[in-house]
């Protein structure tokens, strides 16, 4: 097939050459991009401690306390007022409607005076040789069963009265007169403001690292630039399964400035190394790392020690003059050309 040239139309070989000359050029371009060093961040390891934490979070609350809640689906008749204050055990928090209740018991109390006075009246037959033994004995029985019927009336009716199950102070209270009660519901907190600790929650995998005497470092939003600490006191030797956590309790010096009911970030320190040599966490993945070496990227394996969220001990495989590019270049491959930057 002859190519045919049309008036006015660059030449065909020409055109052919500017577009091997235009691809020639891309060619180039990528290649040196492709050549050109990649800019890298390094930093150099330091010295200092690492400190190997369990992480939980808690609430803080007092040693001894107790919640005060109803029985019964009954209306509220009457509230001590009395939040803040200082009640003794057995005191009288609030109370339930128990019309009802004391309807029943009067009816009761009558029915026992009238079997009473019916005893009364077949014991004196007996004692005239009247009336029989089996009847004065159906009549003894008949007030045994209404005296058990109002000793157990008169049981129920504690039910209605809410009292303070220890010394203490009222914590919190809630509810108002007039609403109904549900049972289960907490109307009462009462408890020893002081001596006050935290009760957290800890993963079961780490709950063999936390043994009691441990310190621990807490964080709580109330005072964001305050490090507070607690002391590992308790752990509950049952586990929930459902959860997969282990309650722990923290004891709090008694000049903490918490208060009952904030919730705390806690860390406990299970481990400290001291003038540990440390690289940036965000450089390692796993056991492995990239150091430069005059410009060249090096993948190195490194054997890690205590693993921190800022940074990373290193037990062997580097030294202390050699810099670490951070974070982990995933894209960077072993002997790559790199231009470095310090971090």
């Keep these: 097939m002859v190519e045919k040239a049309v008036p006015g139309d660059p030449p065909l070989k020409l055109s052919r050459v500017m577009i091997a000359l235009v691809a020639l050029a891309a060619a180039a371009a990528a290649y040196w991009r492709l050549t050109l060093p990649q800019e890298v961040v390094a930093a150099t390891p330091t010295r200092g401690d690492a400190a190997e934490i369990v992480y939980a979070t808690g609430v803080v609350e007092p040693r001894i306390w107790a919640k005060v809640t109803p029985l019964l689906r009954e209306r509220l008749v009457e509230l001590c007022n009395c939040e ?8 009288v928090l609030a109370r339930l409607d128990d019309r009802q209740p004391q309807a029943t018991l009067s009816e009761l109390r009558a029915r026992q005076r009238f079997i009473k006075a019916d005893y009364d009246r077949i014991a004196t037959l007996v004692e005239r040789r009247v009336a029989s033994e089996q009847a004065l004995d159906r009549a003894r029985s008949e ?14 009716l504690e039910t209605y009265i809410l009292r303070a199950p220890v010394s203490g102070v009222v914590l919190r209270q809630d509810g ?15 408890g020893e403001p002081k001596p006050l600790q935290i009760e957290a929650d800890v993963n079961e995998e780490d709950i ?9 470092v807490l964080k709580a939003d109330a005072f964001p630039d305050r490090v507070l600490e607690a002391k590992v006191e308790a752990i509950t030797p049952k586990g929930d399964p459902v959860a997969k956590t282990y309650r722990v309790h923290l004891a709090l010096p008694d000049d903490t400035p918490l208060r009952i009911g904030m919730t705390v970030e806690v860390n406990v320190i299970v481990q400290v190394s001291a003038d540990a040599l440390l690289v940036p966490t965000n ?10 070496e005059n410009g060249t990227a090096r993948r190195r394996d490194v054997k890690v020690g205590i693993r921190g969220a800022s940074n990373t001990q290193i037990l062997s495989g580097l030294n202390e003059k050699e810099h670490v590019i951070v974070p982990f270049p995933e894209d960077l491959a072993d002997g790559a050309r790199i231009k470095e930057k310090r971090g």
């Design 283 to 292: 450089g390692l993945r796993g056991g492995s790392l990239f150091v430069a």
């Design 143 to 156: 007030l045994s069963q209404v005296e058990a019927l109002i000793a157990g009336q008169e049981t129920r």
């Design 176 to 190: 108002e007169v007039g609403e109904v009660a549900e049972p289960g519901t907490v109307l009462f907190w009462v």
């Design 208 to 216: 063999p690292r936390v043994v009691v005497g441990q310190r621990a």
């Design 84 to 91: 803040g204050e200082s009640v003794e055990k057995g005191a």
